[in-house]
């Protein structure tokens, strides 16, 4: 492999996990408050634990079966190598590594900053941010690096100067695909199998504590508690991480495999690439991710608050601060890197319903702008539909006042009516 733009992406995917690892051991130096927070955030912290090591040593026999699978797959058709079954398998220890890292660092973070909220505001959401921080820069580290390196060793390996490109880039795709298989796969069994589990410690703590007991929720006098939280994290933490590990993965390799159809059309019309070994189109979507990290590093920097008595809107206009910085830094550095990395002009292009045609790079940062842009405007609806003292909650507060029926009646229909604008964006 010629082109030495694919160390990109892999220097930035190594930055984003060395500052994950700082950020990690910074949030476990935080005072971790009383003996009696540390003991139940031990308890918290090994159910977790317990449930993912049962969780992995059934999805070790998956991954098993499912690599021989492939294997066997492999042999029989002839454009897939068998490569694709480390790949598979390196994307399933990725993906679980990614959850599991946001696990363990949520259940040190939890308790310190409880603790941190009985003094400082500003130390409280620096300490949960960061918490947040680690595992958002594992998911994406881990993604790029392994993108990265299996895409760098199967161009090495399959990538000849027999002049049939495309052909020969498509056999690299369709074994790095294995790499998306392995981490989606893993992903639906962290997702629905934690999501199961939280859920029924979820429903089990209120039924016995506020129910049967009638004990407030989440009260420790209640030692479904325990198990409730367990749940929250080995759900909404370690599956959602390995949920979007799979998601992002698959979002980089679908924009490498149109990469590659580019490259084709504009073989077909006369057009040949000659910089970065030809590869500019298919390379661009993995520098744009390890780019992205940068821009994610220096976001997190900007979320901060000064003030010991601010509310919620400050708060919230911090972490937009962060969000949109990421997502201006990451427009500014597409601009240069799709000028550096695309030619001027791309010909030979084939739309449905149009025929073949010409496009400018400039219509390539715009479409990538849209996706950054939709990306914010996502966020900022989830915010006002979500957010506290916003119109949504008010009238969902506003409904409860006359019973469950309306409450259950103004929640469904705010969560109903706030999907669409996310499927019209």
Known sequence: MDSTMIFIPIALAVLGLVFMIAKALWVKKQDAGTEKMQSISKSIKEGALAFLNAEYRLLLIFVVIAAAALFGISRMVETTSWLIVPAFVFGAVFSALAGNIGMRIATEANVRTTQAARTSLPQALKVSFSGGTVMGLG??????????LFFMIFVNRFMGNDGNFYENMTVVL???????LGAESIALFARVGGGIYTKAADVGADLVGKVEAGIPEDDPRNPA??????????G?????????????VATVLASMVLGNYIIKDM???????????????VLLPLVIAGVGILASIAGTLLVRIKSNDAKEAQVQKALNLGNWTAIILTVIACYFLIQYMLPETISGMRFFGEGVRAISSLNVFLATIIGLAVGGLISAFTEYYTGLGKRPVLNIVKNSSTGAATNIIAGLSTGMLSTFSSVLL
Do not use: H
């Open 139 to 148: 998911v994406a580290g881990l993604a790029v690096l392994g993108l990265s």
């Open 174 to 180: 369709e074994a790095l695909a294995g790499f998306s």
């Open 225 to 234: 508690t325990i198990a409730d939280n367990v749940g929250d994290n080995v």
């Open 236 to 248: 909404d933490v370690a599956g959602m991480g390995a949920d979007l590990f799979g998601s992002y």
């Open 267 to 281: 073989a077909e019309a006369g057009q040949v690439l000659e910089t970065f070994s030809g590869m500019g189109p």
